[in-house]
């Protein structure tokens, strides 16, 4: 079968209509952006509002729905079927995590010193712990040096927990100088 001159395949209609039926309506400069090239006029241009999760087997609100491509799992179920496995496996490998405990205390640390963020990883900060003691990382955590600056491998640490209950209460009180005469005082070999 041969292809109409004048017609375009409408995706929708699933037949040809005429070219006519595919520019804008007079004046909506933007119904072209909005609209795909291959659905002609005679359908009305809806924004996607929700979608079909397989797993909760309803509609739900596209916000609940990761962006990007298109899925058909919504972000709880999403999470559940990977990331929760990939966490929990994660969790599961020896030293794993006592690393990851050292990670999140920093993290929880940095609304106590008034950070956005953290610039270490796991692994940075049992090398500093490491290099204290050899034997384990068991026993001791880390602090920032300049309680002003983020928490970087630069600007870090490394005191034993009972130190750093008393590092804390100095910044809970706000002050920062005794923190770091305190903190210049310990010294860990």
Same mark, same amino acid.
């Given at each position: 079968?041969? $292809? ?42 809806? !924004? ?75 692994? !940075? ?28 491998? !630069? ?5 034993? !927990? ?17 923190? $770091? ?9």
């Amino acid at each position: 079968m041969a $292809t109409p001159q004048n017609g375009r395949y409408c995706n929708m209609c699933k037949d040809y209509r005429p070219v006519s039926c595919f520019t804008p309506a007079q004046g909506d400069t933007n119904a072209l952006q909005k609209r795909n090239n291959n659905i002609c006029n005679l359908h009305d241009i809806q !924004e996607e509002t929700t979608r079909f999760c397989k797993i909760c087997d309803a509609f739900s609100p596209v916000s609940n729905f990761p962006q990007g491509t298109k899925g058909y799992f919504c972000r709880k179920h999403r999470y559940i079927a990977t990331q929760q496995k990939a966490q929990m496996k994660l969790r599961n490998k020896p030293g794993q995590r006592e690393k990851l405990r050292l990670w999140r205390q920093c993290f929880t640390d940095r609304i106590k010193f008034n950070q956005p963020s953290i610039n270490i990883k796991t692994h !940075e900060i049992q090398a500093l712990i490491l290099k204290v003691d050899p034997e384990s990382i068991g026993g001791y955590l880390v602090v920032p040096k300049d309680p002003l600056l983020p928490v970087s491998p !630069e600007n870090i640490q490394v005191v034993t !927990e009972r130190n750093r209950k008393i590092l804390m209460k100095f910044i809970t009180k706000g002050d920062h100088d005794a923190y $770091t005469t305190m903190l210049a005082q310990i010294v860990l070999t």
